[in-house]
């Protein structure tokens, strides 16, 4: 039942349109700090719509039942790891101030969520051991532009926590990367 849902074509479309808005909305959301950023750094700064953009790249080509494998790993890596540390940052923004806007509120649901998308399409991802590891490169390089070059996004009520942030959001690569290998490892030996 699932899988069919999750491969219904209008299914697919509105997902697609969801996520492209979301993409959309999460580099505008990035505005003032993208408006600041080096113009070097500027790819790795928005970090939740490039991975909200990986999955709608990667829907697209579903659509066609084409493949993209290193999109594919970047989607899934990248929206796991981001989709959780956001739901993470807003929940220790939220016990820091005691409070957090209706925003805060839109970016626990709409980032777990994302976690949750870029999980359920496992069984349909198509890459190898060369994907992942590109995948995993790009993601362990991009902490340590966040956490080096100081360009991670902008929490202000947690920026005395930034070194238990970066140490966290390392160990979340690693997870990431993890569940990434078990993906693509399932899928392997449900092809033998």
């Known amino acids: 039942m699932l899988s069919y849902i999750l491969t219904d074509r209008t ?16 580099y505008y959301w990035y505005g003032y700090q993208l408006s600041q950023t080096d113009p070097v750094f500027l790819a790795f700064v ?19 039942k084409k493949h993209v494998p290193y999109i594919e790993a ?15 940052m807003n929940g220790l923004t939220l016990v820091e101030l005691g409070s957090i806007p209706w925003t805060g509120y839109m970016l626990v649901v709409s980032h777990g969520a994302m976690a949750v998308q870029g999980l359920l399409y496992a069984p349909f991802y198509r890459f190898n051991w060369r994907h992942l590891m ?9 902490d340590i532009i966040d956490y080096v070059f100081d360009q991670m996004p902008v929490y202000p009520a947690l920026s005395d926590h930034m070194k238990e942030i970066g140490y966290f959001t390392f160990w979340l690569s690693i997870l990431s990367i993890w569940i990434s290998y078990l993906a693509m490892k399932a899928k392997a030996e449900e092809t033998v």
């Not at 970047?74 to 993470?88: D, E, N, Q």
């Not at 590109?134 to 991009?142: E, G, K, M």
Request: aromatic share 20%; proline share 3%; hydrophobic share 70%.
């Open 46 to 64: 928005p970090d939740s719509p490039t991975a909200s953009l990986f999955f709608t790249i990667f829907l697209g080509f579903f659509l066609f």
């Open 11 to 26: 299914f697919l479309i509105l997902l697609f349109v969801i996520n492209l808005l979301g993409t959309v909305y999460g």
């Open 134 to 142: 590109v995948a995993a490169i790009i993601i362990l390089h991009n």
């Open 74 to 88: 970047l989607a899934v890596m990248s929206l796991f790891k981001y989709g959780v540390w956001a739901v993470v």
